[in-house]
C-alpha cells in the first residue's frame, strides 16, 4: 500500500515538474540575399546540418535537457560548423582577424554571460556561459576573457583555426551580398517551461578592430524572461543595440500587454526599418509559440513547434 502511494506521489511530481511541450527555434543569420540564389553546394550542407541539429535539439530536451544546456551546445555546435559567422568560419575584421562575441540568458533565473572580441576560445558561448555561471559579473571583453578561460581551461586555438578559404573570399568580396551563412541563435523552452536563449557571431565583415556590436549586449542580441519569451538576434548590431531589440520584444508584451508576433514585428519592421537598420530575430514565448521576424530579403531559421512540425528555411 505504501509503495503504492509512494510510487503514485512520485509520478504525479515528475509529470507535474514536466509540464510543457519543448520547443527549439534557430537562426543562421539575417542579410539581403534571395535564397534562390544560393549556392547549391551550400544549401545541400546547410539543409543536412539544420535537419541534424533540430533532431538533436528535440531529443535533448524530451529526454528533460534544460532549455539553457540546449541553447548552449546547439550554439556551440553552430560554432564549430564553418557555414556561420561564428566560431570556425566566421568573418574577418579590418585587420583581417577574427574576434567573436557571445552570449547567453537563462530566463528561469534572469542570469546572462557574454563575452566580446576573444581571438583564441573555440566556442565563445560555452565561455559566456561560464561567465555566468562562475563569476558574479555578465560581460567580459578581449584579454581578460581569455585569461579567464584559460583559468577554466577551456579550448582555445590559434585565430587561423577559425579562418577558412570562404571567409577570406568573403572578405575579399565584401562588398558584395552575403551568399552563405551569418551569426547564430538558438531559443529553446523545455519540459519544465524554462525559456534560454543564446547568440554567438564574428560580428560584421570588415569591422574596426575592438567593435562590439549587439550580440553580446543583453537586452539588445540576446534575452530571455521565462514570464514572457526568449529572443535572439541577427543583422546590424548597431541599430539592435540603439534600440533594446531583445529587450524591447519583452518589454511590449510586459508593459503594453502585447501578443509576441506583434511586439516582434513592430520592432523589426518599424523601429528598425525606419532607421534605415536590416536584420531579424527569433523567439518562442512561454505558450511555446515560435516567432521569425526579419526586414532582410533572407534569414536563414529553422525550428521545431509545439505540435512537432520541423521547418528549415534557408
Ligand atoms: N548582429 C551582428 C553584429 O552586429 C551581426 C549579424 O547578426 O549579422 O555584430
Not at 34 to 55: A, C, G, H, I, T
Not at 273 to 279: A, E, L, S, T
Amino acid at each position: 500500500m505504501l509503495r503504492h502511494y509512494i510510487f503514485i506521489s512520485l509520478f504525479v511530481l515528475i509529470s507535474v515538474s514536466m509540464i510543457a511541450q519543448p520547443v527549439v527555434v534557430v537562426h543562421g543569420g539575417a542579410g539581403n540575399y534571395k535564397p534562390e540564389e544560393l549556392p547549391e553546394v551550400f544549401k545541400k550542407e546547410y539543409f543536412r546540418f539544420m535537419n541534424q541539429l533540430l533532431d538533436s535539439a528535440s531529443k535533448w530536451l524530451n529526454n528533460g535537457a534544460t532549455a539553457l544546456e540546449v541553447v548552449t551546445k546547439v550554439v556551440m555546435m553552430l560554432e564549430d560548423c564553418p557555414l556561420f559567422n561564428a566560431g570556425k568560419g566566421a568573418v574577418l575584421n579590418s585587420k583581417g582577424e577574427v574576434e567573436l562575441d557571445a552570449s547567453v540568458m537563462d530566463g528561469k533565473t534572469l542570469k546572462a554571460g557574454a563575452v566580446a572580441c576573444v581571438k583564441h576560445v573555440k566556442n565563445p558561448v560555452l565561455l559566456a556561459r561560464k561567465v555566468m555561471e562562475n563569476t558574479s559579473h555578465v560581460l567580459l571583453v578581449g584579454e581578460g576573457a581569455e585569461a579567464f578561460a584559460k583559468e577554466l581551461q577551456l579550448e582555445m586555438v590559434d585565430n587561423s583555426y577559425f579562418i577558412t578559404p570562404e571567409s577570406i573570399e568573403k572578405f575579399t568580396k565584401w562588398k558584395e551580398k552575403l551568399k552563405t551563412g551569418g551569426t547564430v541563435g538558438c531559443v529553446a523552452l523545455d519540459v519544465y517551461g524554462n525559456i534560454a536563449a543564446a547568440t554567438s557571431t564574428g560580428g560584421l565583415i570588415g569591422k574596426k578592430w575592438g567593435r562590439v556590436g549587439d550580440t553580446p549586449i543583453i537586452g539588445a542580441g540576446t534575452y530571455a524572461d521565462n514570464n514572457y519569451a526568449g529572443v535572439s538576434c541577427t543583422g546590424y548590431g548597431e541599430y539592435f543595440i540603439r534600440n533594446s531589440v531583445a529587450y524591447d520584444v519583452i518589454a511590449q508584451m510586459k508593459y503594453a500587454n502585447k501578443p509576441l508576433t506583434e511586439s516582434a514585428k513592430y520592432v523589426i519592421n518599424n523601429t528598425i526599418k525606419n532607421q534605415g537598420g536590416y536584420g531579424g530575430l527569433i523567439a518562442i514565448d512561454k505558450q511555446g509559440n515560435v516567432v521569425v521576424e526579419y526586414n532582410t530579403t533572407g534569414m536563414h531559421y529553422a525550428y521545431i513547434d509545439k505540435s512537432g512540425k520541423k521547418i528549415i528555411k534557408e
